[in-house]
């Protein structure tokens, strides 16, 4: 089985940075998924990281410690439409399983 | 362009009656999902497809049953609804180890 932990929620500044933490135990790994879900829509796709390090797309930043067991995105120059929750999903490497169980997500806050 | 495409996007039904929501994508993909969101709980599993005439049991499938007799397809059945399966209902697809890409959801409220 997996577990998948990360905040509730989160408030932060327009213009600041904001550290998003998801910390997960799995029997296998294959991946670790960032997305992002404005209320009322689809989850959509962030980052994948799958090896140790960090990978910046734009704003956006994910890292990854395979070891620990734990992942952040990190969101730079905070816009207001960065409000939205932040779903951590991890891919279990079990045979043929392509299967992503979420975490609870973490809902952001952007204030003026 | 391709997509993902879920109907209907708001149900209401009663207790005890059938319900199938269709989900419909041009991706090609192999692999579709169904999930379901609630308050607390966030992203739940369903059932899931790796291909046709393939299906498999998620986290939560008691109630629910699905049926993939085509790629593009994956529609989900409740067979008698309940008031415990309101919810929103996300299907989504996915090639192999890629990033899954999510319908628009299905609001399902069940009296």
């Known amino acids: 089985g997996q577990n998948i932990d990360q905040p509730t929620e989160m408030t932060a500044t327009e213009g600041a940075i904001v550290q998003i933490n998801c910390t997960y135990q799995t029997s296998g790994f294959n991946g670790l998924f960032w997305y992002q879900q404005h209320a009322g829509e689809a989850p959509t796709f962030l980052s994948y990281?799958?090896?140790?390090g960090l990978e910046e797309k734009g704003r956006f930043s994910s890292f990854l410690s395979r070891s620990k067991g734990y992942s952040y995105l990190l969101l730079k120059e905070l816009q207001m439409k960065d409000s939205a929750s932040y779903l951590c999903a991890v891919m279990d490497s079990g045979a043929g399983s392509y299967q992503l169980t979420f975490g609870k997500g973490t809902k952001l806050s952007v204030i003026p | 362009d391709a997509e993902i495409t879920q109907s209907p996007r708001h149900k209401i039904t009663e207790t005890g009656r059938q319900v199938t929501l269709a989900c419909h994508q041009t991706?090609?993909?192999?692999?579709m999902f169904w999930y379901r969101q609630d308050l607390g709980h966030g992203l739940r599993l369903i059932h899931y497809s790796y291909g046709v005439q393939d299906t498999n049991k998620g986290e939560v499938s008691d109630g629910y049953s699905v049926s993939r007799s085509n790629t593009e397809d994956l529609p989900l059945t409740l067979e008698s609804a309940a008031s415990s399966q309101t919810s929103v209902y996300f299907c989504?697809?996915?090639?192999?180890?890629?990033?899954?890409?999510f319908g628009p959801g299905t609001r399902l409220t069940v009296l």
């Open positions: 989504a697809s996915s090639t192999l180890e890629n990033e899954q890409f």
């Open positions: 990281n799958v090896l140790d």
């Open positions: 991706w090609n993909h192999n692999n």
